[in-house]
């Protein structure tokens, strides 16, 4: 392994959600930066040239390429290297236009052919696979809101190139009110050499989810497939997802979505023995995590496996199926939630979710989101509200101590809570116990909430890492807001968020994965003497008296900023 392969999903796909405080940081901010996009890239948008010769900026025999022939700019999925140093004072200006306005480095993007050929499949089982010639058709909607040219042209090509034309009935872009120049007359024109392809504009900006709707409402497959805007596939990638539709249309697929970097563009293929199934955190933000051994068993690694989520972007549904389970709540504003929404509901409501480890599609994971969000609203927020008041049951609560119960107005969800009755679906209990069993559910903890310190009572304990991540566990003025300050001490002794555990190893206080081996990661929370001992050193949590750091120090029972209180507790 050449410790890629070992993090499949490296680059991060929980990124844009984060927990309540980036939340809020993400909407409070107006990303969309408001220059016009160069509408020049390839040269021309006459719409005749299709750009099969991508177009240099700088010298083509300039080292800064990682492949020798820089023709072949990105082919195969290779990295495209720019050495920003190197570029003239307008080149280094379009580069950062290119990374401002999209989040991705649309310049390295510009350079790239929007016919690329990628690594073909590395796993030799998926290649003597055999599939039914008689698949269902799909549609394969694809909603945008502000893509850049080439990307946009190289999803759509990767689409209309790789899908065997009896299994593609249409490309449906659906544009969510996109204001850049390149996705009005120049798009319209472009496509239409191409007789499969339909654009439809939403009137005013909807959000991602009634664009989806939107689309699925045209379309004429037997099968939907939904993609971003920003994604390349596979050869042989629809395939597999119909053959598995056409056995069973409540089973519901996923393409294993590797990862195109987002500033090289370098194409990360990910083997079938290293699938990772989508899971979620009370958070309510979707998560990665490797196959339960109970799934392992018996599998071949090429085999699709269940998964208890889904990411969201890139799937197939059989259209009768989707349409039965009630498609989306269209109350859902922009992005997000929608994901958990459709996968509880398949679940619970008697479908199957599934990834399928031989079908590939490529998509541009991003840090930031590059345009507007709703001002004055948490859109996400009030998605997650909507989805957790109609298929949570009693587990809604542990969502909403997360936000510190501040609901707001989510809106009317009567509609919703009929569809379920309506469509008898399972409880929420049945899902988590049958589908998602590995989740840990916080009920049993003794105390949770914020960790306040008494001798400088702003200030608490505050912090987030991403799966499997470890960092220092730090402190800030305690905002009641939950987030990254709630906490909860379990039975086991673990002061936890979801999969977080405090550790202490002898340096630094650090958030490490929790382990469940008491360890590094047991503590003695003592309500009444208000007071964190680590088990295993017998040291105390203490706060440096500037409120800026953690450290562990020998217990004084006279000294304030070694006290620490959560907020709630409950004696057993
Ligand atoms: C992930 C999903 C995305 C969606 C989202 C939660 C993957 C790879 N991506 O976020 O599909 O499920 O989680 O909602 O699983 N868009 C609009 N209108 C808008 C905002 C976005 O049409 O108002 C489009 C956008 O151009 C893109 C798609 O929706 O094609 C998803 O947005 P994103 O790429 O910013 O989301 P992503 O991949 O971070
Ligand atoms: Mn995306």
């Known amino acids: 392994s050449d410790g890629r392969e070992s993090k499949p999903h490296e680059p991060g796909v929980v990124e844009p959600v984060k927990v309540v405080d980036d939340i809020d940081k993400r909407f409070g901010q107006n990303n969309h930066v408001d220059v016009k996009p160069n509408q020049d890239i390839h040269g021309n948008y006459d719409g005749q040239r299709q750009m099969l010769a991508p177009r240099f900026i700088v010298d083509p025999n300039d080292p800064i390429y990682r492949r020798g022939d820089s023709s072949q700019a990105g082919e195969e999925g290779h990295a495209v290297n720019v050495d920003k140093t190197k570029l003239s004072k307008e080149e280094k200006t379009k580069y950062d236009l290119g990374f401002q306005n999209n989040a991705f480095n649309q310049y390295a993007s510009d350079m790239i052919s929007i016919h690329r050929t990628l690594p073909k499949n590395i796993d030799e089982e998926c290649k003597i696979e055999k599939y039914a010639e008689d698949l269902p058709d799909t549609s394969v909607i694809i909603c945008f809101h502000n893509e850049a040219w080439s990307v946009l042209l190289r999803t759509f090509h990767s689409v209309l190139e790789r899908t065997p034309d009896v299994f593609l009935n249409e490309i449906i872009l659906v544009d969510d009110f996109s204001d850049m120049e390149h996705t009005k007359t120049p798009l319209e024109n472009y496509v239409s050499q191409y007789p499969k392809v339909k ?81 979620f955190d009370w958070g309510l933000q979707f998560n990665w995590h490797a196959i339960p051994e109970r799934d392992r068993k018996g599998r071949r690694a090429i085999d699709p496996v269940r998964s208890p989520t889904m990411a969201g972007g890139l799937f197939s549904i059989d259209r009768g199926y989707f349409e039965k389970l009630g498609t989306y709540d269209p109350g859902f504003d922009i992005w997000g939630g929608e994901n958990l929404e459709l996968s509880f509901k398949i679940w619970m409501c008697g479908g199957t979710l599934e990834i399928v480890p031989c079908s590939h599609v490529g998509h541009i994971f991003r840090k930031r989101s590059p345009y507007k969000w709703r001002t004055g609203v948490n859109v996400l927020k009030r998605n997650s509200i909507r989805l957790a008041e109609v298929w949570l049951d009693e587990y809604k609560e542990y969502y909403y101590e997360r936000i510190n119960h501040q609901l707001g107005d989510f809106g009317d969800i009567s509609q919703r809570k009929a569809l379920r009755e309506r469509l008898e679906c399972k409880s929420f209990k049945w899902y988590l116990d049958n589908i998602f069993p590995e989740l840990f559910v916080p009920g049993e903890s003794i105390a949770k909430g914020e960790i306040r310190n008494q001798g400088d009572t702003s200030q608490c304990v505050d912090g987030v890492a991403e799966e499997g991540e470890q960092k220092p566990l730090g402190l800030y003025p305690c905002h009641g807001q939950g987030g990254n300050q709630y906490w909860m001490y379990s039975k086991d002794g673990e002061i936890r ?5 405090i550790d202490y190893a002898g340096s630094d206080v650090m958030i490490f994965p929790c382990h469940g081996m008491k360890g590094n990661q047991e503590w003695k929370y003592d309500h009444n003497g208000s007071r964190l001992t680590h088990v295993v050193t017998g040291k105390c949590l203490e706060m440096s008296k500037d409120g800026a750091r953690l450290m562990m120090s020998g217990c004084d029972d006279g000294n304030a900023y070694q006290k620490w209180r959560f907020k709630e507790y409950s004696e057993e």
């Open 199 to 279: 654009i439809l504009r939403m009137e005013k900006r909807e959000g991602l989810i009634r664009a989806r709707l939107r689309g699925a409402a045209v379309a004429k497959g037997k099968v939907l497939t939904y993609l971003d805007s920003h994604c390349e596939c596979m050869e042989g990638w629809i395939e597999p997802l119909l053959a598995r539709i056409k056995k069973d249309p409540s089973i519901v697929v996923c393409p294993v979505i590797d990862v195109i970097d987002d500033n090289t563009f370098e194409y990360h293929y990910s083997k079938a023995y290293f699938t990772n199934v989508g899971g």
């Open 497 to 501: 968020r979801d999969e977080s555990c």
